[in-house]
């Protein structure tokens, strides 16, 4: 069983739709990633948390420590969201990945 | 803007050619990382260094080495190149140990004939 488990592995929606990512993990954690990856593989980090919620535009994090789980929400997705999405945990020194999400969002 | 660059977008080798991927940041990181990607696994940790001339094994570092003579330089060395390690590498570099973030470069895809 992997260490960081995201759900689901693929996501279609239209533009417009409200999109909530999940990510669980198994280990300690000092702090959660969520990192995005458009094609031609180039990865940007999003969020880094540690704990509650974070908010950029669109774009929601928010982590549950006692729970281990972490969710991504977009709202009003558009076309240019997709991407795959990544969820990494810092575990010691290390990232540890999840294997990430791929939405498509359609106009 | 930390900028994360590496030598090559795409790469085409011969089994057992020697392999140099570079790796060069801008912003005088401490930590540097080389990473895989292959589909249905992830990123995996190959090799990391904390500084020049230092480095520690990841969780798959067989078949691979690394170099850092200089602080924004991390290089990785497949030594005798298989079909198995045609991949995505990917380069990361980070302020310093423990959980800051880290800066990706856009990717070596590496096919090994």
């Known amino acids: 069983k992997n260490e960081v488990e995201q759900s689901p592995q693929n996501l279609t929606a239209q533009e417009g739709e409200f999109i909530t990512i999940n990510c669980s993990y198994s280990?300690?954690?000092?702090?959660l990633h969520w990192l995005q990856q458009h094609p031609g593989g180039g990865i940007v980090s999003l969020f880094m948390l540690s704990s509650g919620k974070k908010k950029h535009g669109r774009l929601i994090a928010t982590i549950n420590i006692q729970e281990k789980h972490s969710s991504l929400h977009i709202t009003a997705s558009h076309p240019r969201d997709s991407a795959v999405y990544i969820c990494?945990?810092?575990?010691?020194?290390?990232?540890?990945f999840g294997t990430g999400t791929r939405l498509q969002v359609f106009p | 803007d930390v900028k994360v660059t590496q030598s090559s977008r795409y790469l085409v080798k011969r089994t057992g050619e020697k392999v140099f991927l570079e790796c060069v940041q801008d912003m005088d990181h401490e930590n540097m990382f080389w990473y895989r990607q292959d589909p249905g696994l992830g990123l995996r940790l190959i090799y990391f260094s904390y500084d020049v001339k230092m480095k520690e094994k990841g969780d798959i570092p067989e078949g691979y080495s690394v170099s850092r003579e200089k602080k924004e330089r991390f290089s990785l060395i497949l030594e005798s190149a298989s079909t198995n390690q045609t991949s995505m590498y990917l380069c990361?570099?980070?302020?310093?140990?423990?959980?800051?973030?880290?800066?990706f470069g856009p990717g070596t895809r590496l096919t090994v004939t």
């Open positions: 990494a945990v810092h575990n010691t020194d290390k990232l540890i």
């Open positions: 280990v300690g954690i000092s702090a």
């Open positions: 990361a570099s980070s302020l310093g140990a423990g959980w800051y973030e880290q800066y």
